[in-house]
């Protein structure tokens, strides 16, 4: 049971203490003059094993952690489907690329086996220049076999991105996590 708490303490479904994206926009990747947030429906690969809703559940959970884990840091945070017209918006939306849910036991049989993956990324624009802030993918792998193997599925990973993603965004924005 150790080992299933030290391997799986490498990540975290914690917004203020999950480890923050690589941005791969060149160029600026401030979030400094958004003020108000309006978070959209992730897309999913049409032929993905992926439920319908997980693009937008995903959003949600991002939309929830930026709105209440790093305290005022955003005048307004909210989920939409379209631009709330508010003054120095920004749009967060992005595309889930894999989702993989492999198999608890064939990963507590044999390392490896089942391995199951969640990867995509996320992009942010400012409303009304339309002009890109930041875009950093996100991916998370999980093959270990044996106990530990059968201790984290998919619904891990999709809480520990969507950390990760608010936590990227808040410290764009110029939050600054707890010291360790």
Same mark, same amino acid.
């Given at each position: 049971?150790?080992?299933?708490?030290? /391997? =799986?303490?490498?990540?975290? %479904?914690? =917004?203020?203490?999950?480890?923050?994206?690589?941005? %791969?926009?060149?160029?600026?990747?401030? +979030?400094?003059?958004?003020?108000?947030?309006?978070? !959209?429906?992730?897309?999913?690969? $049409?032929?993905?094993?992926?439920?319908?809703?997980?693009? #937008?559940?995903? *959003? &949600?959970?991002?939309?929830? &952690? /930026?709105?209440?884990? !790093?305290?005022?840091?955003?005048?307004?945070?909210?989920?939409?489907?379209?631009? &709330?017209?508010?003054?120095?918006?920004?749009?967060?939306?992005?595309?889930? %690329?894999?989702?993989?849910?492999?198999?608890?036991?064939? &990963? !507590?049989? +044999?390392?490896?086996?089942?391995?199951?993956?969640?990867?995509?990324?996320?992009?942010? #624009?400012? *409303?009304?220049?339309?002009?890109? +802030? +930041?875009?950093?993918? !996100? =991916?998370?792998?999980?093959?270990?076999?044996?106990? $530990?193997? *059968?201790?984290?599925?998919?619904?891990?990973? #999709?809480?520990?991105? $969507?950390?990760? #993603?608010?936590?990227?965004?808040?410290?764009?924005?110029?939050?600054?996590?707890?010291?360790?």
């Amino acid at each position: 049971m150790l080992a299933v708490a030290l /391997l =799986s303490g490498c990540t975290t %479904t914690s =917004s203020t203490k999950a480890k923050s994206l690589k941005a %791969t926009t060149s160029g600026a990747t401030s +979030l400094s003059e958004c003020e108000n947030i309006t978070v !959209f429906a992730f897309g999913i690969p $049409a032929k993905s094993s992926a439920a319908a809703s997980t693009g #937008v559940d995903f *959003a &949600r959970d991002i939309q929830n &952690r /930026l709105g209440h884990d !790093f305290g005022p840091i955003f005048q307004s945070v909210e989920f939409g489907d379209k631009a &709330r017209g508010v003054e120095k918006e920004c749009l967060v939306t992005g595309d889930i %690329t894999k989702y993989k849910p492999g198999s608890r036991v064939a &990963r !507590f049989i +044999l390392i490896g086996l089942g391995a199951a993956s969640f990867q995509g990324n996320v992009v942010v #624009v400012d *409303a009304a220049s339309q002009i890109q +802030l +930041l875009n950093a993918p !996100f =991916s998370k792998l999980w093959a270990w076999g044996g106990i $530990a193997g *059968a201790s984290k599925g998919i619904e891990d990973m #999709v809480k520990e991105s $969507a950390a990760a #993603v608010a936590s990227t965004l808040a410290q764009a924005k110029g939050w600054t996590p707890p010291a360790k």
